[in-house]
């Protein structure tokens, strides 16, 4: 139902879109270039992010008011009319790029297609501002022509792109797919650059682009779609395949000092291919069939305690009540469920290896973990006891079953605070950890596992698992993962292994050394 009414309401704002362009084009003297721009803001735009965005009746009259002023633009071209119009139409690509932070905070990086799509509403508010630089002559230090060039560029590459690309992954999910997404999206911002500052930039970003293209239009073949759909979509990312060797073309020339091709050919070829066929025929694809979103909200429970925890000195003795409850302990040598279920009993020595690519990052963070006091990790990598207790927490503040935190403090200064809790989903319990932050919570779901008579504690399954950041109502999931491995040495030793990765490459390690107390 509601993508049946997204489409109703897509159609709307694609045929009044016509009507505004029409009018413009009837009444309006500007130069013919101007209308690949033009056509954007008031038919492909507006429509595309209708399809996306799920604006109520509050957003529907910001897109209309939007298309008012681009279509009074065409009459006040200078003055303080003009610049108001324009700054309106700034407001609105703001809006749509608000929005488009909004939803990423509802998911975070968990979906690559939803991403895609994240940012080409994010992306819209720099061709608006590059737009509000050309209409008001903001010295941008680049010609006025270059200017437009580049608001174009953030119309069409940076934000119809991505969401037609975000689209089709709601469709198709592959490695491949998601390489090529990746290219698509950091390709606008290194072409700009490119046109800017350097060519050696232009010349890497589009053999990239030329990749991804293709890459993509291999992509749209294998999709299964309706036949129609199926036919106009491919025939708009075919238009790229073809424009973009135009732009090769375009490079060579500028590097050759041969300006045959130059900004009115690329014009009239680049940009009317894009126009209409990317353009125009890739929205009407979509318009037929806007496929529903594969992402479905976080279900599990989340703690509600954010900032600095407080709590009454009840001593709790483990992490856990049975480690049963996660998994088959008759696997695992007495020692290990014990240590959960009896933490306090246990001494702990940690070394902490920080990667060397990111011990910067922990330098710069070190500063700032410390008047945290959360995820405060010493720098150095020599063995050092970790010292702490366990506390009860009030359940009612937690809105989680029995929650207990875990306090862990070296040299008297807190490293760690986590509230451990569990919760059941699709017959699987997992653990339930949470690390208050500042106005927020980080959140580890982890999944337990036996092997070899070790226990695994991941984030790396499916499921609930994973790492999350909740801020307010909105739960997103982080690039993070973590893996434990719990090995038990001899009837009152342990050891363990916690390893972190970032976007998949490891920087964190810390190694423990767990004894029972006598």
Known sequence: MLVNLRNNRSNFIFLLGILFTVICFVLSGQPNYLWLLTVAQLIFVPTMVSM?????????????GMMLAVTLLHWSTDGLLANILTGMYLLYTFYIAIQGVKRFLQRGFTNI?????????????????????????MDTGFSPLITWLTAIHFHYSACLLPISVGLLGRLHDSSGYRVMVMIL????????????????IEIF???????????????????????????????????????????????????????????PEMLQFHGVINGVFFGGIGVIAWLMAVPPTTQRPFEFPVSQIRGKLH?????HPGLVDALQDFVDTAKLRP???????HTTTYRLLSTVQWKTWFRPFAFLYQGMSRFLQQLNLPFSSKQIEMTGSIVQVDSARDSRPSPRAWIRTIHQQTVFVAIYSKHTSNET?????????????????????????????????????????AIGKNVMRLPLQEHFQISAVDDKTLSARHQMTLFGMPFLQIDYHIKRNA
């Open 52 to 64: 996306v965005v799920d604006v109520q009746k509050v957003g529907k009259a910001i897109i209309i």
């Open 113 to 137: 297609a939803e991403f895609a799509i994240d940012m080409g509403l994010f992306y819209l508010a720099l061709g608006g501002l590059w737009f509000f630089a050309y209409v008001t002559n």
């Open 185 to 200: 999206l950091a390709g606008p911002i290194l072409v700009a650059i490119g046109i800017a500052f350097s060519i050696l």
């Open 205 to 263: 970003a589009v053999a990239l682009y030329i990749f991804a293209i293709y890459g993509l239009f291999f992509v749209a073949l294998k999709t299964k779609l309706p036949f129609g759909q199926g036919l106009l979509l491919r025939i708009s990312y075919g238009a790229l395949c073809l424009t973009i060797l135009g732009s090769c073309l375009y490079v060579y020339s500028r590097v050759s000092g041969n300006f045959s091709i130059g900004i």
């Open 311 to 315: 709590h009454e000195n009840i001593p």
């Open 335 to 341: 020692v290990i469920p014990h240590f959960y279920e």
């Open 429 to 469: 319990t997992y653990m339930n950890i949470a690390l208050p932050l500042p106005f927020s919570t980080m959140v580890g779901i982890l999944y337990a596992y036996e092997e070899n008579g070790q226990l695994h504690l991941t984030s790396r399954h499916d499921g609930d698992a994973g790492i999350y950041l």
